[in-house]
């Protein structure tokens, strides 16, 4: 199957910074990204949906500028927590999609836990 | 909106046993595809088995395979000769055909215990 990284996969930071998060695609082209948040013992919360060159689609209730999602190539995707605070503390996890799949599957990265102090 | 329902939280087996998971959605589409993703405690979401609504034959992988019942809309999956890396979460997931809308919705999960 395809394989998506990111990083990193594990992130502290205090109150009030901010933190970025990368997502890439290594053997295959995205031409879209999703971003998704996990709490514990829960499912996966779709937070947006970013195609290459252009802005990201947020889903209702995600806000958008403190969650900043960029695009840039269509092998990278980065999710920037801006002014972090401690309950955006969570799972966050990208997954990668490309119009070439036959069923339009995702591949998931291995996710980045942020822990905000 | 589409929606996925998981009815069973937790299931267990016992190794080398069969595991069959529900799942249930709903849609106003005709064509559409579904999925199976499997979560372990790495937390890593790996793609298990798809499906696509059109193809009324039943996709098999290996050891895993579904039973899609369009009409019902029902996909379930059943997992043959369990071993104890299947423990894992597994979550049942949606998504419509048209290209721009490509998003998963997904179901609550079902953790699934292995009794060796």
């Known amino acids: 199957g395809a394989v998506v990284s990111q990083h990193p996969s594990r992130v502290i930071c205090k109150s009030g910074t901010s933190v970025k998060i990368e997502c890439r695609s290594l053997d295959f082209q995205a031409t879209t990204m999703f971003w998704y948040r996990q709490f514990p013992k829960q499912s996966l919360m779709l937070m947006a949906t970013s195609n290459e060159g252009s802005k990201a689609t947020y889903e209702q209730g995600v806000e958008k500028d403190k969650f900043l999602i960029n695009h840039a190539s269509l092998t990278l995707s980065t999710l920037t927590v801006t002014s972090a605070h401690p309950e955006d503390s969570s799972f966050y996890i990208c997954s990668a999609g490309d119009r070439g799949f036959p069923l339009g599957e995702q591949y998931f990265g291995p996710g980045t836990r942020l822990t905000v102090t | 909106a589409q929606t996925v329902t998981q009815s069973q939280p937790e299931m267990s087996v016992q190794e080398a046993e069969t595991v069959t998971l529900s799942c249930t959605y709903d849609t106003s589409e005709s064509d559409y595809y579904l999925f199976w993703y499997k979560q372990p405690p790495s937390r890593q979401m790996i793609l298990v088995i798809r499906?696509?609504?059109?193809?009324?034959q039943n996709a098999t992988e290996n050891r895993f395979s579904v039973n899609f019942q369009k009409a019902a809309k029902s996909f379930s999956l059943k997992i043959s000769d369990s071993q104890l890396g299947d423990a894992a979460m597994y979550f049942c997931a949606y998504r419509a055909p048209n290209f721009g809308n490509e998003k998963l919705t997904f179901g609550t999960g079902t953790r699934l215990t292995i009794i060796p």
């Open positions: 499906q696509e609504a059109y193809k009324q």
